[in-house]
């Protein structure tokens, strides 16, 4: 297998007309060698004719794309750095919390214009389980809305009125696993050929115990271990079924050449309903091999450059986003930063920003954040990060052992210490999270809660502290400006505009409330807007901070992508301090004081010995004394070349 499968030239001018034609098959050249080559080694010799139907199930995607879909592609092949503009800026929301339905959701654009919105995600929309779901992440069919929420029809009319507004759509793709009511699990399970092979059962626990031995538990409460047993499986003598999340979520299985095709089929399909970015859910644990931890194989990441290049040779505009909650080095390959560059997705989450920024609060001290920021691989210039505080799952405390060793930490211990910290249990601390998913026999944990309950937000509004509202603000305010200036697309996440606190709620849900999560996805607060327009009320003054970051940020060219942000040591363990050389547009430097104490910091370091002016901060402009740069506690600021 070599080359372009004959006769594609005159299907495709069959299928698309001389000019499309032409450049569907440009583009075919120009992925072919990379194409071949991921079949080859995901399928061998069972690649049969894989590559000419996976090629024409481009082609038919491509013929099917609707004209307004292609004039964005076009716009996109010609910037094809569009994502990484600094007017990029992402909401995040579930369609019913945000606002009941798609079908009001155009109605409520202005909100999200206000706060400077360019990207808007919306939770797993596509049809579930009825019962448990897991949020919507048990998908039973890839090609219908979920009924609550409206139709696809209405998705698509959602996403042509972001697209008239300049914004773009992304939506949740999870294809680790569909739920066990998808007609392929259905197909499988009554034994149709179509579906042979689409999942994987083990008849005893001899294979599943191997594996079992080194793949950690995502959801050890509830269900633990990677498999579940169900009678009907294996033509009725029982099997256990691979399930590394919930019991009801089968992992597809992609050594089989047919599930790769027919998942390219649903996301071409989707493509074309005018989704711009897919979230790729969960993709480190595509691919499985024994005694591994079954994350994060090479293969996962042929498979997912195999998906992207197929993907947008149909749809040149499309741009993936990684999920991959991993440990750094782990992380960075999701972009395609492997020892040579393979486009793979376009964007990831930044989880390792995230979860440090956290962990400096609690410390008050930056130090473990520079150590493992400033460890991390560079990312392709053709990618991007997705900056983020908080989203809707919890938070899992990625320190590695090495960098926490770097500092003198334990690893284990610094772990436990935040959890105790952002559960409220750690003398002293303000935060009002709640632990998820503890482990009693490893002693792991992660953390729930909404980002102004774990700032302490709640706490003093509750007690009526009014200094303690003061430093939970601080922090909530340190922890956007990072996102905002780091570098990267910032996510607001729903309710965050509004500093909403920990909504209760989903305990009256019996399909909720085993999931703590549930506490900080909470319906956005509509008469809390209101209240917004008071510059004094909280929420005033969290949207006037964030409206703020966002239109400093769209004035800074030295925040869009195409390079690194460089953390540096400015004199003083409290103080993040990261720098932006952008090769057009010059330098940025951010920097954030985690503690609550005043801090200096260099100041020629900072300001560039004098040439950069403060773009934006918590404090205006910082004095300047003996060379340093006097930082009050919990304050930030963005200095930028003009
Ligand atoms: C992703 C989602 C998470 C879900 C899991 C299983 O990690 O973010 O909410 O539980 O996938 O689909
Ligand atoms: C684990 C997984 C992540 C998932 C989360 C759900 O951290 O790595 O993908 O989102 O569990 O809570």
């Not at 004959?6 to 120009?30: Q, Y």
């Not at 360019?118 to 949020?135: C, F």
């Amino acid at each position: 297998m070599t080359g372009m499968p004959p006769g594609m030239a005159d299907e495709a001018a069959a299928a698309l007309g001389e000019d499309e034609a032409d450049a569907f098959l440009a583009r075919a050249g120009l992925v072919l060698p990379d194409v071949v080559a991921a079949v080859e080694r995901l399928y061998g010799d069972r690649a049969g004719d894989l590559l000419g139907r996976a090629l024409r199930t481009s082609l038919r995607a491509a013929a099917e794309r609707p004209a307004e879909l292609r004039r964005l592609d076009r716009r996109r092949e010609i910037d094809p750095a569009w994502f990484q503009s600094p007017r990029v800026q992402g909401y995040v929301c579930y369609v019913d919390r945000f606002c009941g339905t798609l079908r009001e959701l155009p109605g409520k654009l202005d909100h999200l214009e206000a706060l400077g919105t360019t990207y808007l995600h919306l939770m797993p929309l596509l049809r579930p389980r009825a019962g448990e779901n897991d949020g919507g992440y048990a998908v039973a069919d890839y090609r219908e809305v979920d009924p609550r929420l409206g139709t696809m029809a209405d998705l698509e009319a959602v996403a042509a009125a972001l697209h008239g507004r300049g914004m773009s759509l992304c939506i949740d793709l999870v294809l680790n696993h569909t739920a066990r009511e998808h007609a392929w699990a259905r197909g499988w399970l009554a034994g149709d050929p179509a579906y042979a092979g689409f999942y994987t059962a083990f008849p005893d626990r001899e294979l599943p115990d191997a594996y079992d031995a080194t793949i950690p538990e995502v959801f050890p409460d509830r269900a633990p271990g990677s498999f579940s047993w169900v009678p009907e499986a294996l033509g009725g003598a029982g099997g256990w079924v691979w399930t590394t999340f919930w019991p009801y979520q089968w992992d597809l299985d992609y050594t089989n050449p047919e599930v790769t095709l027919a998942v390219l089929g649903e996301i071409t399909w989707l493509a074309n309903r005018g989704v711009d970015v897919f979230r790729m859910d969960a993709v480190p644990f595509m691919w499985k091999r024994i005694g591994t931890s079954g994350q994060n194989l090479p293969e996962a990441h042929v498979l997912l450059q195999l998906l992207h290049a197929l993907t947008r040779l149909a749809a040149p505009g499309v741009v993936f986003k990684a999920e991959a909650i991993v440990a750094p080095d782990d992380l960075v390959q999701y972009l395609g930063a492997h020892e040579r560059y393979r486009p793979e997705c376009e964007l990831a989450y930044h989880n390792q920003l995230m979860v440090l920024l956290w962990s400096s609060l609690a410390t008050g001290d930056a130090r473990l954040a520079r150590q493992a920021l400033g460890r991390m691989r560079p990312i392709p210039p053709t990618t991007t990060w997705c900056t983020y505080v908080r989203g809707h799952d919890d938070i899992g405390w990625a320190v590695t052992d090495t960098d926490a060793a770097a500092l003198g930490l334990d690893g284990f211990a610094h772990r436990r210490f935040l959890n105790d910290f952002y559960s409220g249990r750690f003398p002293g601390s303000s935060a009002r999270g709640a632990l998820f998913q503890e482990n009693e026999a490893t002693g792991d944990a992660r953390i729930s809660g909404t980002t102004a309950s774990l700032c302490g937000i709640e706490d003093a509004l509750d007690r009526g502290d009014e200094a303690a509202l003061e430093t939970g603000l601080r922090r909530f305010g340190l922890l956007y400006a990072v996102a905002y200036g780091f570098g990267g697309i910032p996510l607001l996440y729903s309710g965050d505009e509004l500093a909403q606190r920990n909504d209760a709620g989903y305990r009256a849900d019996p399909a909720l409330a085993p999931d703590n999560r549930w506490m900080h996805r909470p319906p956005l607060d509509w008469a809390a807007t209101e209240r917004a327009v008071d510059p004094r009320s909280l929420e005033g003054r969290v949207t006037a901070l964030l409206r703020g970051l966002s239109e400093a940020r769209r004035g800074q060219p030295a925040l869009a992508g195409g390079t690194e942000s460089e953390v540096v040591d400015a004199g003083s363990d409290a103080v993040l301090v990261w720098r932006r050389r952008h090769p057009r547009s010059g330098t940025f430097v951010g920097l954030a004081n985690v503690s609550a104490r005043p801090q200096t910091v260099d100041a020629d370091t900072v300001t560039g010995f004098g040439t950069y002016p403060c773009v934006a901060g918590s404090d205006g402009p910082l004095p300047v004394e003996d060379g340093r740069l006097l930082v009050p506690g919990l304050g930030w600021a963005w200095y930028a070349e003009p």
